[in-house]
């Protein structure tokens, strides 16, 4: 009587274990997704959009992005330039934040701008006083930020939609 229980509960282990391994294997067409998935990934990523907005404690900066997040940096600069001329962004401040996107473009394959956001714009933000576009050149993409007191500062990505976040803290205005 043992016997048969042991017998019978091996057997609904191994088919569990089966029905476990069926369901984990990836049909034909996931295989497909995930090729298609690699060569979106490899395209450079197309930076949309620029925006920003208050919260009690900190200022925040989102870039949008279409595909994926690519490496970013965020570097304090004594001034702000644009990219490719070296001629002074126009944004009153005593501190500014460099945030470099690489490999990223502001433009697509054909040349057309797929950049939608705030160019030069200032702000009046508790610690955030401005945010440039500098520079769309050879795979880079920059922005600068503008404070008047020196910004400790956050950041980090967010998928679905994709974008990269620099969030610049402040005390409670709330």
């Not at 503008?146 to 679905?160: E, I, Q, R």
Request: include cysteine.
């Amino acid at each position: 009587m043992n016997r048969p229980r042991r017998r019978q509960a091996t057997a609904l282990g191994l088919g569990a274990l089966l029905a476990t391994m069926l369901a984990f294997a990836a049909p034909a067409s996931a295989a497909a997704t995930t090729a298609a998935s690699t060569t979106t990934a490899t395209q450079t990523p197309l930076v949309v959009n620029a925006r920003w907005g208050g919260h009690c404690t900190y200022d925040r900066v989102v870039i949008d992005l279409q595909g994926y997040v690519p490496g970013v940096t965020v570097t304090p600069v004594t001034k702000l330039v644009y990219d490719g001329s070296g001629k002074p962004v126009p944004l009153a401040g005593r501190y500014f934040l460099e945030i470099r996107l690489h490999p990223a473009a502001g433009h697509d394959d054909a040349g057309n701008n797929v950049y939608r956001g705030p160019k030069l714009l200032k702000i009046y933000l508790p610690k955030l006083k401005g945010i440039a576009l500098t520079g769309d050149y050879e795979g880079y993409v920059t922005f600068g930020a503008a404070f008047d007191t020196k910004p400790a500062y956050t950041s980090f990505k967010l998928h679905a939609p994709e974008r990269f976040v620099l969030d610049i803290a402040h005390p409670n205005v709330c």
